[in-house]
């Protein structure tokens, strides 16, 4: 894609402007990913950094869906040495191997988003540079090697290491980590095992952690919720059932987003009867009965709204003082805890657990039941799915856009 001259020269005089973002933005992004003659190349951008050098407002460069190689990494790496202003570097989908990654390690940028380039384990090199702060590497083919490598960096804070090839052994190496890192992202790392969700308990953490679409089983969600640093856990879309989210029940968590799972009244009860949580987001839980919409805010909640219930740090201070409620927050997730298949007494039990004074007995008649209330004798007779259906929905995707960092602009976790 020829770079206008004009737009060389309105970049090189401070007159290029990209009104749709609040700092200053050098957007250009590749308009066909299937037409070369759209896109960017190493020398389009050799052209850029010399214009770039003169301008002294853009601070974020945007150069997503390109044909940008390795050289261009360079190019973009020496950029960022002699004008220290550039601070974020956008490079989603291009053609940056190891060897691009190498050179950006030497880089002065603070962000950079790498998503969607064939770097593999290389990306570790990352670790390195000096000045980053947060780093996109989705859709890397990265594994634990180079996670592992990524997690001795001394400056990294956020790391994005969705849709890899992670197992969960690298979450060993946060045990030797300067504590630094305060948000990771594994979304859609199929291969995660929960049994290395293990290394969470007693390392040094992240306080935000982002599994999406990653399964998560009984025994993962047990190490999850002893870890002493987790304040926030995003669980979009895990095929969580009411075992796994009465383990989660337990967690000390200040945040804890639970959408699109399979969770009934009988896991939800458990989970409103954890006085920590400051949110707790369990919309897209279709299994939930419409009583227990209604009786949730009965439990020390002071907002809530379609399964999103919110407190503020004083009333959870508040709350935290009950000696009341916490008896009865451990007595219930004992019952529920010693309960793999509910009988007909301990269900009884827990269904009917009662925080301070609001008693609610949901309809689960053995089966899960639709979002509308008590499931019909028609319904009842019909099978309900092991498994959550298309995981893949516009519901899930905005929810995963709301609690996402974004990486080059401002975060945006209510």
Request: charged letters at 20%; hydrophobic letters at 35%; aromatic letters at 4%.
């Amino acid at each position: 894609m020829p770079i206008d001259k004009d737009l060389l020269e309105r970049i090189q005089q401070n007159r290029y402007t990209e009104p749709c973002f609040a700092e200053p933005t050098l957007l250009l992004i590749g308009d066909d990913q299937n037409d070369p003659d759209n896109m960017l190349t190493d020398e389009d951008v050799a052209l850029l950094a010399k214009a770039l050098q003169h301008n002294t407002q853009i601070r974020k460069l945007e150069l997503d869906g390109n044909n940008i190689s390795d050289a261009g990494a360079e190019i973009l790496a020496a950029l960022s040495r002699e004008c220290p202003s550039f601070e974020s570097l956008s490079i989603i989908g291009n053609q940056i191997t190891a060897k691009g990654a190498a050179a950006l390690a030497k880089s002065l940028f603070k962000k950079i988003d790498l998503g969607a380039n064939p770097i593999g384990d290389g990306v570790g090199q990352l670790a390195l540079a000096p000045r980053l702060k947060e780093l996109g590497a989705d859709e890397c083919q990265v594994t634990d090697e180079g996670a592992r490598q990524l997690f001795n960096s001394k400056t990294l804070t956020l790391i994005d290491l969705s849709t890899n090839k992670i197992t969960g052994s690298c979450l060993e190496g946060l045990a030797s980590t300067n504590g630094v890192l305060e948000r990771l992202i594994l979304c859609q790392n199929k291969s995660l095992q929960g049994q290395y969700l293990r290394f969470l308990v007693h390392s040094k953490a992240p306080a935000y952690l982002d599994l999406t679409n990653v399964r998560i089983d009984e025994q993962g969600a047990s190490y999850l919720a002893q870890s002493q640093s987790l304040q926030e856990l995003i669980l979009i879309g895990c095929f969580i059932k009411d075992p796994v989210a009465i383990a989660l029940s337990q967690s000390r968590v200040k945040r804890m987003v639970l959408a699109s799972n399979w969770i009934t009244d009988r896991g939800g009860i458990a989970l409103l009867h954890n006085p920590y949580y400051l949110y707790l987001n369990l919309r897209g839980n279709r299994a939930l009965t419409s009583e227990f919409t209604q009786n949730a805010l009965k439990r020390d909640y002071q907002t809530g709204e379609n399964n999103l219930f919110t407190r503020t740090e004083e009333y959870r201070q508040a709350l935290l003082k009950k000696p009341s409620l916490n008896t009865a927050l451990a007595n219930s997730n004992h019952q529920a805890t010693n309960a793999s298949a509910p009988s007909s007494s301990s269900s009884s039990n827990h269904e009917n657990a009662s925080l301070n004074g609001a008693t609610f007995t949901p309809h689960l008649n053995g089966k899960q039941p639709k979002a509308g209330g008590k499931r019909s004798a028609e319904e009842q007779l019909t099978p309900v799915p092991d498994e959550p259906a298309q995981l893949v929905r516009t519901e899930e995707n905005e929810l995963q856009k709301k609690h996402r960092p974004n990486f080059l602009g401002n975060n945006n976790s209510n």
